[in-house]
C-alpha cells in the first residue's frame, strides 16, 4: 500500500475550517450581538443616571439635595432649528383664497399648523353644530367662528350625559340618555336648559352674528327670539324644538323669513303645543313663507286658513303626525300658490272632513306625498283625494290600509298624466 500512486489526503487539509457552525464554537470566541438595553447603557454615565432615577422613583421621600454630577459628562442634545415659515410672507386674504378650494375634509387638519392657520380655518366656517353650552357662554365661539351663517345649539340646550352609549334618534333630534332613565319622556323639563338662559344665549348670537340666515333652538320664549329677528334681517331659515303659541311673537318680525319648522310635540320626548293661535301669529307676522313644517302640532280649520290667505307664497306645505281638529283638509283651499303636500307619520287624515260640496280645491297642487300613514280613515282620504284632485304626482311610501277602494277615490285626480310612487 505504501507503493501505490494515490495518497492520502488528511482531513484537516481538505477542510480548512473543520467546524464550521459558529454555535459549535466556545463562548469565548463567538462575538455577542448588541441588543437594544446594550446600545442604551453603552455609556456609563448614561446608565448611572437611568438607574438614579429609578431608585428616585421607588423612594417614598426623595432627597432634597440629589447630586446629579454625574450627568456632566453627558453632552448636551441640541436640536435643529425651526425651517422658514414661507406662509408668512402670504396675506390673510391669499391664504384663505387657497384653504377656500380645498376639500372640507382637509379643514381640520390644516388648522392643527400653528396658531395663524387656526384662525383662518374659523373664518372659513360657516356652519355649527354646537354641543357645548359653555362654548357659547364664555363667548369663545365668536373669537374661533366669527364668520358663522348657520348655528344649531338645540343639544347643547338639553343637559343629558355626553358619555352615556345610549343615544335615542328620532327624525328630528337625537339625545345621549342614562342609565337612570325611568320616566315617561327623554326629555324631561329638568333637562332642557332654562328659557332665560337660552334667551341669553340667543342674544349673543344675534349680536356676534347679525348675518345669521338659519338657527336651530329649543325651549326658546318671546325674548330671545325677539333678540334674533331684531339684529338678524337676513335671517331666512328656523327650525323651533319645544316651542308654544306666546314664543312665535318673537319671530313675527322676520319679514324675510322663508323657511320654518316648528316642533310642538313629539311623543316621548317632549310635549308643548301649538294652535292656531301660534299659526296665526306665524301667518301674520312671517308673509314671505315658501316652505313650512308643522310637526305633532294641533290646529284646525282656522290656523290653516289664517297660512293660506296671508302667506300667499308658500309653496310646500309638510304635516308630520299632525293633531289637527277635523275639517282642515277644506283650509286647504285658501293656499293659493301650493304646489306640494306631504303628510308624514299621521294617525289619521281628517277625523270629519265635513260635505265634498264644501271642501274645495287646490288648483296649484302638482305634488302629494304619504308617507307612514294611516290610510284607514276611508271618508278622510277621499276628502283629501278631493281636495288635491289637481295633482299631477302621487308618492304613497309605507302606508297602512292600502285597499282597492283607495286607489278608487285616487281617480279623481284626473288632471294630465297621473304617476303612482309605492
Request: glycine letters at 6%; aromatic letters at 8%; a neutral charge.
Amino acid at each position: 500500500m505504501s507503493n501505490s500512486p494515490y495518497r492520502r489526503i488528511p482531513n484537516s487539509k481538505l477542510n480548512p475550517n473543520p467546524n464550521p457552525n459558529p454555535r459549535s464554537l466556545p463562548a469565548s470566541k463567538r462575538s455577542k450581538a448588541l441588543s437594544l438595553p446594550d446600545v442604551w447603557f453603552k455609556h456609563q454615565s448614561l446608565k448611572h443616571a437611568t438607574l438614579k432615577m429609578h431608585l428616585r422613583s421607588l423612594s417614598a421621600s426623595p432627597p432634597s439635595d440629589t447630586d446629579f454630577s454625574f450627568l456632566s459628562g453627558l453632552k448636551s442634545v441640541t436640536l435643529d432649528p425651526p425651517g422658514p415659515d414661507h406662509t408668512a410672507l402670504l396675506s390673510d386674504e391669499l391664504l384663505l383664497q387657497i384653504f377656500s378650494r380645498l376639500p372640507i375634509s382637509c379643514y381640520i387638519s390644516n388648522s392643527l399648523v400653528c396658531k395663524r392657520w387656526l384662525y383662518l380655518h374659523g373664518r372659513l366656517v360657516q356652519s355649527l353644530k354646537l354641543t357645548d353650552w359653555s362654548f357659547l357662554k364664555s363667548g369663545r365661539i365668536f373669537r374661533r367662528f366669527p364668520n358663522l351663517t348657520e348655528i344649531d345649539i338645540v343639544n347643547a340646550c338639553v343637559r343629558t350625559p355626553l358619555n352615556s352609549g345610549i343615544l335615542v334618534t328620532h327624525k328630528n333630534l337625537s339625545i345621549h340618555v342614562g342609565t337612570e332613565f325611568a320616566g315617561t319622556e327623554f326629555i324631561e323639563p329638568i333637562y332642557l336648559l332654562p328659557s332665560d338662559l337660552v334667551d341669553s344665549g340667543l342674544e349673543m348670537i344675534a349680536k356676534g352674528y347679525p348675518n345669521l340666515r338659519r338657527i336651530f333652538a329649543i325651549g326658546a320664549s318671546e325674548t330671545g327670539l325677539s333678540s334674533i329677528s331684531n339684529e338678524c334681517d337676513t335671517l331666512q331659515e328656523l327650525q323651533l324644538h319645544c316651542c308654544g303659541d306666546l314664543s312665535l311673537k318673537g319671530i313675527s318680525r322676520c319679514r324675510n323669513l322663508q323657511v320654518v319648522k316648528l316642533i310642538g310635540r313629539v311623543d316621548e320626548f317632549y310635549n308643548s303645543v301649538v294652535s292656531d293661535i301660534g299659526l296665526t301669529i306665524l301667518a301674520q307676522g312671517c308673509r314671505r313663507l315658501v316652505k313650512l313644517e308643522l310637526c305633532g302640532c294641533e290646529g284646525s280649520y282656522d290656523g290653516i286658513k289664517a297660512i293660506g290667505q296671508c302667506c300667499q307664497m308658500l309653496e310646500e306645505l309638510t304635516l308630520f303626525d299632525h293633531r289637527m281638529d277635523g275639517g282642515w283638509l277644506a283650509a286647504l283651499s285658501f293656499c293659493g300658490n301650493l304646489k306640494t303636500l306631504r303628510l308624514q307619520s299621521c294617525k289619521s287624515i281628517d277625523s270629519d272632513p265635513g260635505p265634498d260640496e264644501h271642501l274645495g280645491s287646490c288648483p296649484t297642487l302638482e305634488e302629494l306625498h304619504l308617507q307612514q300613514c294611516q290610510m284607514r280613515d276611508k271618508p278622510g282620504v277621499k276628502a283629501l283625494f278631493l281636495v288635491c284632485e289637481a295633482v299631477r304626482e302621487i308618492v304613497l311610501q309605507n302606508c297602512w290600509g292600502l285597499e282597492d277602494e283607495v286607489f278608487a277615490f285616487a281617480s279623481v285626480c284626473r288632471y294630465g298624466p297621473l304617476s303612482l310612487w309605492f
